[in-house]
């Protein structure tokens, strides 16, 4: 019997080899490239399109099930998780993923969406995910209850010239190389297609080893410097960051689990409030050299902004 996936036959027919760009064959219970022969599982409906070589993550892993980027917390502390005060605030999400629905809204319909990072609901996000007009295909490197599709956006595992929107939504501080993963968004856009991301400058270690990189506002430019800006700024603003440092300042004391965890816990009880002051500041000069995270939305382009033009755009406090 065939396996049922997870995601549309349309969407099954643009799927293309992660390590080669092959066709893809499906085989009742895996799919085939036709060019290198490479197998890829499927795994409860869930297509494991991973190429090894350039992936921090094996197939074999998926297979099993094994905990992959998330680590499965037991029941008690999920709940105590939830329950605490939260020190991160993302005041500009909702209104971004509006102003991308209306963008794209303009254009002929049905319309697709790629989210990379997507096995859980990002801030704001369920604004395009409850639209009927979108056909959201929500991808990660772990087996979460979203997933529709796992892959690495190193080797996206879709044709060229795919899909209307690609959101990146807190996935490229997780990537070995942001530049190579741009590259693929890039390709698998339509010419008019448009990419979301949200990227820390100001924030500690998180995900532990699988943390790598940070862009101020320029460098966010720059990495996204194949496409036209429609419109970027601060998306987390200075007191969630002095929130985040105040936090890990606490956690550096002490290494024992669970000290940590009565530190992370007072930490949140003590500065919750901090990221209320972001409501005013979100907008200000200083919060751009100061900020917890970036966005950006832009229209893929076939000229990149040079690296003259980019630093005219500061808009720091000078």
Not at 142 to 156: Q, W
């Amino acid at each position: 019997m065939e396996t049922m996936l997870k995601v549309s036959p349309t969407i099954q027919d643009l799927f293309c080899c992660p390590v080669d760009k092959g066709k893809l064959q499906f085989k009742k219970d895996h799919f085939a490239c036709s060019l290198c022969n490479t197998s890829f599982p499927i795994v409860d409906g869930i297509p494991i399109f991973i190429n090894e070589k350039n992936s921090l993550f094996k197939i074999g892993d998926f297979k099993i099930r094994s905990d992959t980027f998330f680590r499965t917390r037991s029941a008690v502390v999920e709940w105590v998780r939830k329950s605490m005060p939260k020190t991160s605030a993302n005041y500009k999400a909702q209104n971004n993923y509006e102003t991308i629905g209306r963008i794209l809204l303009e254009r002929k319909t049905p319309l697709k969406i790629l989210v990379l990072g997507g096995s859980i609901i990002g801030g704001g996000l369920k604004t395009l995910l409850d639209n009927p007009s979108f056909e959201v295909i929500e991808t990660d490197v772990s087996l979460g209850p979203r997933t529709m599709v796992v892959c690495d956006a190193h080797d996206i595992p879709f044709e060229n010239n795919t899909f209307d929107g690609v959101i990146s939504q807190a996935v490229l501080e997780h990537v070995i190389d942001p530049f190579r993963c741009v590259s693929e968004i890039h390709r698998v856009l339509k010419s008019d297609g448009i990419v979301y991301a949200e990227t820390p400058f100001m924030q500690q270690v998180h995900a532990e080893r699988y943390d790598f990189t940070r862009f101020t506002h320029l460098g966010h430019r720059r990495l996204f410097r194949q496409f036209t800006e429609l419109e970027s700024g601060v998306v987390c603003g200075p007191g969630m960051a002095l929130a985040w440092a105040y936090e890990y300042f606490l956690l550096s004391f002490s290494t024992n689990k669970w000290m940590r965890r009565f530190l992370r816990l007072f930490a949140h009880f003590t500065s919750f409030y901090l990221k209320y002051f972001d409501r005013f500041l979100i907008n200000k000069a200083g919060s751009y050299d100061a900020a917890s995270a970036y966005y950006f939305i832009g229209e893929k382009s076939t000229v990149s902004i040079s690296d003259k033009e980019i630093i005219t755009l500061y808009r720091g406090a000078i």
